[in-house]
């Protein structure tokens, strides 16, 4: 089993002696208000995470921390403990119907962006053979509520559901959802950077969302200023996006 004390002494000598540093660290991650965070960087979280699964002891930790009367906040875990938990789940050997149970007690505890960019970008275990099993939980994230559990699904469907296989259909999908410009801000953020990192890997197949205006006018802009933010998009590209801004 971790303990906070074992986790705290992980953590960076620079992170507790640099107010500098510590800003930048804070300012990147973008916690919610009232977030204990320790400051450990992110391979020794993985360490941590992996040793968890090597012990065999990474149920009973899942379970200790996903009965805390309370998850996020002041009273909550601390931002490194949500982070390995959402490392555990992903590299655990588990069935993928274990797996949904998993993920359904770790989403609620998502409460930023790299806790939801960690464990989504983290998913190796979605395998060619269970894709499509996979995808329905994912489009069922995605059509559900809560701005960090539509994000979960979002950045799922962004880092696994690109491929030439899937790509179509994942952005009509999203696009079919109708995220407007009053939705909330993580979500919003999700569906530019899906469809920016669609333009990049295949340009011809998703340039129509944008040449149609399917997506909202905030997303819509969005999506075109992070494509053209990328090397991946040729000159040529970049010009022809900026006549849809």
């Excluded at 510590?22 to 208000?33: C, E, Q, T």
């Excluded at 333009?199 to 997303?219: D, G, M, N, Q, V």
């Amino acid at each position: 089993m971790i303990e906070l004390d074992y986790l705290i002494s992980l953590v960076s000598e620079r992170f507790t002696s640099d107010e500098r540093y510590r800003r930048g660290h804070l300012s990147i991650l973008a916690p919610a208000p009232g977030t204990k965070v320790l400051g450990m960087h992110t391979p020794e979280m993985k360490k941590v995470a992996k040793d968890l699964v090597r012990s065999g002891e990474w149920r009973e930790q899942l379970e200790l921390w996903g009965n805390s009367a309370q998850l996020t906040g002041p009273e909550g875990l601390t931002h490194e403990e949500r982070m390995i938990w959402g490392l555990v789940v992903d590299y655990a050997e588990v069935s993928l119907s274990e797996r949904f149970e998993l993920m359904e007690k770790f989403i609620p505890s998502v409460d930023n962006w790299a806790l939801c960019a960690n464990f989504c970008c983290n998913a190796k275990w979605i395998r060619k053979e269970d894709k499509e099993r996979v995808w329905a939980f994912v489009r069922g994230l995605i059509i559900s509520e809560g701005e960090f559990r539509v994000r979960v699904g979002l950045v799922l469907a962004l880092a696994h559901y690109l491929d030439a296989g899937n790509m179509v259909r994942t952005l009509e999908s999203v696009a079919a959802c109708g995220f407007d410009d009053n939705a909330p801000y993580y979500i919003r953020m999700a569906v530019a950077w899906l469809f920016a990192e669609a333009l990049c890997k295949s340009y011809e197949t998703a340039l129509p969302f944008i040449r149609e205006r399917r997506l909202s006018s905030w997303i819509h802009r969005k999506a075109i200023q992070k494509a053209r933010e990328s090397w991946r998009i040729s000159p040529e590209q970049k010009q022809e996006l900026s006549k849809f801004r």
